[in-house]
């Protein structure tokens, strides 16, 4: 059964960076798109980035464009965020996700999702 695992969270000052990865396993990860959505306390769930199975398309949201970038090392079976000129509004659990088409990913449909890793952003 696919598994997906997310890493790289932590405590950073606003204006820094961080780097998320999420390592798959099972046979899933070449053929599907993936991405990252995050939660804050009470708030929905929210999409923040998807990238294609090739890697060729990719797609933010409008509060992390120009900020975040996604990447994939198929061979590693593993995506990353790297994020930076971190807000406090960034603070959340971000989840990586698994799914069939970029569509689905950013729709949270037929997927799969890690746990969770919590970023927290100080001022």
């Known amino acids: 059964q696919a598994q997906l695992a997310e890493s790289g969270g932590g405590l950073v000052q606003a204006g820094g960076s961080l780097r998320l990865s999420c390592t798959a396993s099972?046979?899933?990860?070449?053929?599907?798109?993936m991405g990252w959505f995050r939660q804050s306390p009470g708030k929905e769930r929210e999409f923040v980035t998807s990238?294609?199975?090739?890697?060729?398309?990719?797609d933010y949201s409008d509060s992390v464009k120009g900020r975040f970038t996604i990447s994939r090392v198929n061979a590693n079976n593993t995506i990353f965020l790297h994020m930076k000129t971190l807000y406090v509004e960034d603070t959340a659990v971000y989840f990586c996700i698994a799914a069939p088409s970029i569509s689905k990913v950013r729709g949270g449909l037929s997927a799969i999702w890690g746990q969770g890793t919590q970023v927290t952003v100080a001022s």
């Open positions: 099972g046979p899933i990860f070449s053929n599907y798109a």
């Open positions: 990238i294609s199975w090739n890697g060729l398309v990719k």
